[in-house]
C-alpha cells in the first residue's frame, strides 16, 4: 500500500514539475489535462488525467521533422568548403577538398578505425565512471550539509585546473597506457554530473517528502520513489554535458603522451601537414561525441517520458 501511495505520489510530482505552472491562474480539478479553448485536444487524458505517450510512428515523424535543418545547416557548410577549396582560395594543404578527405579515410580506414575504438573505449569509459562518481558525489552533498561544506569547494577547486596542465602529471604517475586518458577524462565530466545531480535532487518539493516521511517510508524508499526521478530532468541534463567533455578528456590525455587514438592521430597529421588526415581525424571525433550524445538523449526519452519537453514533442534532436 505504501509502495503503491509513493509510486503515486512521485508521478504526480513529476507530472507537476513537467507542467512548469502552464495551466497556473486557471481552474482545473485533480488528475485533469486543461486545453486551451478554441483549439481542439490532440489526446486524450489517461486514467490518472496525463496524456498518454506518443507511438513510435509519431515519434519517428518528429525526429524526421527535426532532422531537416541541421541537414540544411550542414549541408550549407559542405558547400562552402567544397567552393573554398576547389577554387583554392585557402591552399589545400591547409584546406584540402571533401574528395581528398574522403580519399584518405578510405585509403587509412583500417587504420582511422582501429584509433577510433581506442579513443571511444577511453571516452565511454571515462564517462561511465564520472558518471557513477558524480551521482554519488551528488546524493553525498545533497543529504550531509557536512559533506556539502567539505566536498563542494574540493569539487569547485577541482574543476577550476586546467586539465591539460596535470595532464603530464598524470602520464609521469600511471605511463602512456590509457589509465591517464581515462582519468582526464573523468575529471573533466566530473563536475557537472555532481553540479546537475545536486540541483535535482535539492528541487524536490518538501511536502512530498514530509508526505513520504508520514506514511513510513524509510530514506532508501524515499530517495527511490520520489528524489532520484524528481532529479532525473537535471541529471540527463548534466550528463548530455559531461558525455562530449569526457570525448575531449580522451584526446586531451592522448596530445600528452599516447602511441594510439585519435589524438595521438592528429598530432602525427599536424606534423606532417597532412591536411587531409586531420580533417579525417576531426571529423571521426566529433561522430564519436555526436553519437554518444544522441544514445543519451535516447536514454533520456526512455528515462523521462513524462517531463515537458517530452511531452511537447521535442524529438531526439534539438527542434
Known amino acids: 500500500m505504501i509502495e503503491n501511495s509513493l509510486d503515486a505520489a512521485g508521478q504526480r510530482a513529476a507530472a507537476d514539475q513537467a507542467a512548469g505552472g502552464r495551466e497556473a491562474g486557471s481552474p482545473s480539478s485533480p488528475g485533469s489535462t486543461a486545453v486551451p479553448s478554441g483549439r481542439p485536444s ?9 496524456p498518454p505517450r506518443p507511438t513510435l510512428g509519431r515519434r519517428a ?13 550542414l549541408a550549407v557548410l559542405f558547400a562552402a568548403w567544397w567552393f573554398v577549396a576547389a577554387q583554392e582560395y585557402v591552399p589545400n594543404y591547409l584546406v584540402p577538398t571533401p574528395g581528398q578527405v574522403g580519399e584518405t579515410m578510405t585509403a587509412q580506414w583500417s587504420e582511422l578505425a582501429r584509433h577510433t575504438l ?24 545533497a543529504y550531509s550539509r557536512t559533506l556539502d561544506k ?23 604517475w600511471f605511463g602512456l597506457g590509457l589509465t591517464p586518458k581515462i582519468i582526464l577524462a573523468v575529471l573533466i565530466a566530473f563536475f557537472p554530473v555532481v553540479i546537475s545531480g545536486v540541483a535535482g535532487l535539492r528541487s524536490t518539493d518538501p ?34 554535458v559531461a558525455v562530449t567533455l569526457a570525448v575531449v578528456g580522451a584526446v586531451v590525455g592522448e596530445f600528452v603522451g599516447a602511441s594510439e587514438g585519435l589524438g595521438y592521430v592528429l598530432l602525427l597529421a599536424n606534423g606532417n601537414l597532412d591536411a587531409p588526415l586531420l580533417f579525417a581525424d576531426l571529423i571521426l571525433m566529433s561522430a564519436i561525441g555526436i553519437v554518444l550524445f544522441v544514445l543519451v538523449e535516447i536514454a533520456e526519452a526512455l528515462l523521462i517520458p513524462w517531463h515537458a519537453s517530452r511531452r511537447a514533442g521535442v524529438s531526439l534532436t534539438t527542434s
Open 61 to 73: 515523424a518528429v525526429f524526421a521533422d527535426s532532422l531537416w535543418r541541421p541537414a540544411l545547416v
Open 207 to 240: 511536502e512530498l517528502l514530509d508526505l513520504a516521511a508520514t506514511m513510513g517510508a524509510g530514506p532508501w524508499r524515499t530517495f527511490r520513489k520520489i528524489r532520484f526521478p524528481n532529479a532525473l530532468p537535471h541529471l540527463m541534463a548534466g550528463l548530455k
Open 150 to 172: 567539505a566536498l563542494y569547494p574540493i569539487v569547485l577547486f577541482a574543476q577550476v585546473i586546467p586539465k591539460i596542465a596535470i595532464a603530464p602529471l598524470l602520464v609521469v
Open 42 to 50: 490532440t489526446m486524450a487524458g489517461t486514467a490518472d488525467g496525463r
Open 118 to 141: 581506442v579513443t571511444l573505449y577511453e571516452t565511454v569509459l571515462g564517462f561511465v565512471l564520472a558518471a557513477a562518481l558524480g551521482l554519488a558525489t551528488a546524493v553525498a552533498i
